[in-house]
């Protein structure tokens, strides 16, 4: 195909160094059109640019922040990416977070369970809320074709409306006098922290464990083949006699399992109580779809793009001190990058060449 | 062999030629220097295997590609053809393989769109009535208020023609025409073409069956490899001829049938009924076996109940009533891992689609159906090791030509995908093999080899259930033959009392 003097030709497979520069030319494209806002707003984008870049990249302080806005990323996304290869469209993470972070908060405040034995017991609860969040979709699609993409974003809601029901109603700290938090987690339930930093350092080797833990599962399982069969070729999977019931069940008990363990991780490591699910939250769920859309099916480059997006989320903490722009600034941000990925995402399979003029 | 010039014969100027005409696409030479003359009131037929470059051929004539190099002279003069509407303002028109027709709208309406000069309101009165006028003068008749999707596929195929005559056509090509019609309704297609040329109509015919050139065509030109071999005339010619310009070398026709071992049935499918994915009855009490070191061949105008009796019997489709044994084994409606569990072989009908997984490698893909098993597995756990292992072995035993194992399944050409399917479905000594239009599309060296792979396992005891579409296979390869028509098996008839003309009148639902 010829659009001018430029020669478009069908590749089946994009080369890792074309699948680099186009995710590359989708994120720069995002920052010019985030200039757009900036000016719009009243601030130079060059400026904005320069006052991110210091705050984040150069300041030795950013990155503490940097990594504590990685660790839910990498979780969910970790979980994303396995359903996404599994061509389950999740976008429900944000949901199984709130879950996980439910399920750690009765464990820490509600449970008989012995201090020694508090915290892997949050993580196990909270894997298993997240698990249980995310099999509902699973199990509407298999059993009444409910397209997962509308299900799983409405459990977010419901999680939302039920975790603000929680701390504005049953569990409502009465030492809290009037706030909607519950009360502060024991000591016995809060994830220990680097000094002087907000990393739960025991989450974040969780989530990278859990990296290597699903990309040997794709390698090397016979798990993982059926995942990888099925999310390639429904047909050829039917063919082979895989499963899809079994198939998916598993994807999604690890992957929402996965966003529980963030949502653990975010209230027992960073705000030790359940309080509004905004906070609890700041659109990791949601986040955490560029950051599988970014891995593209890898689970191991995962640590790498959340950790590129929990710059993004400290550059967003940088817009609003800074330069005294709101905090939703991040999600517009977040928004322009996964638009241009996506929209760039056939470009993967075109070569473009220069051919001159006719 | 006589050279284009000589077969030309006489003085006057071709009505078309495309001359030195050189198509590259990445890594190909779809055509190289090809020049091919055709004449007023001929059919001319372009044979060639598959990847020959037939079809860019056309497709440039028709100004879908723009070739790199030569020309095209229409009546004595050059023309451009930019875009398919081009090629009908210059009175050339094409019937594709794969029909481009509303399936919801009347025939009137299908052939209205697009039409110059169709009046904004009640825009098919007009080409009603043309279109019953070009009906009866070239035997095309088709009602023109009839929805398309009522029509059968060789009254969707005249559809296609008649939009192409409406349109003022003087050169009409026709890719792979024949594919989805019986003997006689290809036999009826060929009268048509012949009056056709009468009116002075030129006909371009793409085809690699070597039987319909022959009934067909006035002159034939013959394409290897992008390049030309040779174009002569029809009355001179022969299959041994044309098939070892087409492919290079001798070709044997005859297939070596000894007896074969092994009794007992391979398959019993016993008044077995089910649904077509729509809902409809597609398999209306089917009955019949598979002994093993049999060959049942499955002959049937597309769309009778052929897919939905492979997929029953591989375990993809339900019953809904009737019974399926596998070497006595009952099972009906059983998954496919429990039919594949059985000693089951499927290859199955688009290969592409659902036979491999394209952007899996080829080694994976040639343990797709058996991963779960030793030596693959071991407990949860793929074993690496043992499958590249296997896969060198089966690349080298089968042939498939792939410069490595890793690379994605979908760098293969048709022919070899087909031969990894075969290697991987028969590696495992099934007993009974479902082979499903296990050569359709493919080429005449990689047919020829999956033709000895099934009469191999055939005499070694496997039963082969071969379902095709091209009767000459079935003819070759089958002990028995059934005929299927309307989801009903018409006959089951030994290979030997067989002929064409019977099985043509049994797949149209005529008992002879």
């Not at chain 1, 995942?227 to 069940?249: F, S, W």
């Not at chain 1, 991780?265 to 779809?289: C, M, T």
């Not at chain 2, 003068?137 to 296609?160: F, H, K, N, T």
Request: charged share 20%; aromatic share 6%; net charge positive.
């Amino acid at each position: 195909m010829r659009i001018g003097p430029v020669e478009l030709e069908r590749r089946p497979t994009p080369s890792w160094n074309w699948v680099l520069t186009v995710s590359a030319l989708a994120i720069l494209l995002a920052l010019a059109l985030a200039a757009v806002i900036f000016w719009s707003y009243g601030v130079s984008p060059l400026r904005a640019y320069a006052v991110i870049i210091r705050g984040t990249l150069l300041n030795a302080r950013a990155l503490p922040e940097i990594v504590r806005n990685m660790i839910p990323l990498l979780l969910a996304g970790v979980g994303l990416v396995l359903a996404f290869r599994a061509l389950f469209w999740n976008i429900g993470a944000e949901g199984q977070i709130l879950l996980g972070a439910t399920a750690a908060t009765w464990v820490a405040l509600f449970s008989p369970v012995p201090d020694g034995w508090k915290l892997p017991v949050m993580f196990l609860a909270g894997f298993i809320g997240g698990a249980a969040w995310g099999l509902i979709p699973a199990l509407l699609r298999l059993r009444f074709a409910v397209n997962e993409v509308i299900s799983t974003l409405m459990m977010n809601y419901i999680a939302v409306y039920l975790v603000s029901w929680l701390i504005h109603g049953p569990w409502k700290g009465p030492e809290m006098r009037g706030f909607a938090f519950t009360d502060a987690f024991p000591e016995a339930a809060q994830i220990p922290v680097i000094p002087g930093t907000r990393i739960h350092w025991l989450t974040l080797l969780l989530g990278i464990a859990l990296a290597i833990a699903v990309a040997f599962l794709l390698k090397r399982t016979r798990a993982g083949f059926e995942i990888r069969v099925q999310g390639e070729n429904a047909d050829a999977a039917r063919y082979a006699g895989i499963d899809p019931a079994r198939t998916l069940l598993l994807v999604m008990i690890v992957a929402g399992g996965a966003a529980g363990l963030a949502g653990v991780g975010e209230v027992a490591g960073i705000h030790r109580r359940l309080l509004d699910p905004n906070q609890i939250s700041l659109g990791f769920g949601y986040a955490a779809i560029i950051v599988a859309w970014l891995a593209r099916g890898s689970p191991l480059a995962v640590v790498l793009t959340s950790l590129f997006l929990g710059i993004v989320f400290a550059s967003g903490d940088v817009m609003r001190v800074a330069l005294q722009m709101p905090a939703r600034v991040t999600d517009v941000f977040n928004g322009l990058i996964l638009f241009c990925l996506i929209g760039s995402e056939r470009l993967l399979y075109w070569r473009v060449r220069w051919a001159g003029h006719p | 062999m006589t050279s284009a010039r000589d077969a030309a014969g006489g003085s006057t100027p071709p009505l078309l030629l495309l001359e030195d005409i050189t198509k590259r696409f990445p890594g190909v030479v779809a055509n190289d220097h090809v020049t091919l003359e055709v004449r007023a009131g001929e059919v001319h037929a372009l044979l060639g295997e598959n990847g020959a470059g037939k079809t860019t051929l056309v497709k440039i004539l028709y100004g879908i590609h723009q070739p790199d190099g030569g020309r095209i002279v229409l009546r004595g003069r050059p023309v451009r053809v930019r875009s398919p509407h081009d090629a009908l303002g210059l009175g050339i028109g094409m019937v594709p393989q794969h029909f481009l027709l509303i399936r919801r709208h009347t025939v009137a309406e299908n052939v209205s769109l697009g039409l110059a000069g169709t009046p904004a309101f009640f825009p098919t009165r007009q080409v009603e009535r043309r279109l019953i006028e070009l009906g009866a003068q070239y035997g095309l008749a088709v009602d023109p208020r009839a929805p398309v999707w009522s029509l059968s596929i060789s009254e969707q195929q005249r559809v296609e023609i008649l939009k192409a005559l409406l349109r003022g056509a003087a050169i009409l090509v026709l890719d792979e025409p024949t594919s989805v019609l019986t003997p006689q309704e290809a036999q009826s297609l060929f009268a048509v073409l012949r009056r056709m040329t009468a009116e002075g109509h030129a006909v371009i015919f793409i085809t690699h069956k070597l039987d319909e050139v022959l009934a067909a065509a006035d002159r034939i030109t013959v394409l290897r490899k992008g390049r030309v071999v040779g174009t002569l005339l029809a009355a001179g010619a022969d299959r041994r001829m044309l098939a070892r310009m087409m492919v290079g070398r001798d070709v044997e026709f005859r297939l070596s049938r000894i007896a074969a071992r092994g009794d007992g049935e391979a398959l019993q499918v016993e008044d077995v009924s089910a649904l077509s994915h729509r809902g409809l009855a597609a398999l209306r009490g089917v009955s019949f076996t598979v002994r093993r070191g049999e060959i049942v061949g499955v002959a049937g105008v597309a769309g009778n109940g052929q897919s939905e009796l492979v997929e029953v019997v591989t375990g993809l489709r339900r019953a809904t009533g009737g019974r399926v044994r596998v070497l006595g084994r009952d099972v009906t409606n059983g998954n496919a891992r429990a039919v594949l569990e059985a000693g089951v072989a499927h290859i199955p009908e688009e290969r592409m689609r659902t036979g491999i997984v394209g952007t899996m490698s080829v080694a994976e893909n040639l343990v797709l159906r058996r991963y779960r098993y030793a030596p693959f597995s071991r407990g949860l756990l793929l074993d690496p090791k043992a499958i590249t292992g296997f896969a060198q072995r089966m690349i080298t035993e089968y042939a498939i030509a792939t410069p490595d194992a890793r690379l994605p399944a979908h760098a293969l050409s048709g022919g070899n995908v087909q031969r990894l399917i075969l290697a991987r479905e028969l590696s495992g000594d099934p007993a009974l093999i479902v082979a499903a239009h296990p050569t359709s599309g493919l080429d005449i060296s990689a047919t020829e080899q999956i033709h000895s792979l099934l009469l191999r396992r055939r005499e070694g005891g496997a039963g082969v259930l071969l379902v095709s579409e091209d009767l000459d296979e079935v003819l070759a390869l089958s002990d028995r033959i059934a005929v299927m028509f309307e989801g009903q098996l018409m006959a089951l008839v030994p290979a030997a009392e067989a002929d064409r003309e019977r099985l043509g009148l049994l797949m149209t639902g005529q008992r002879p």
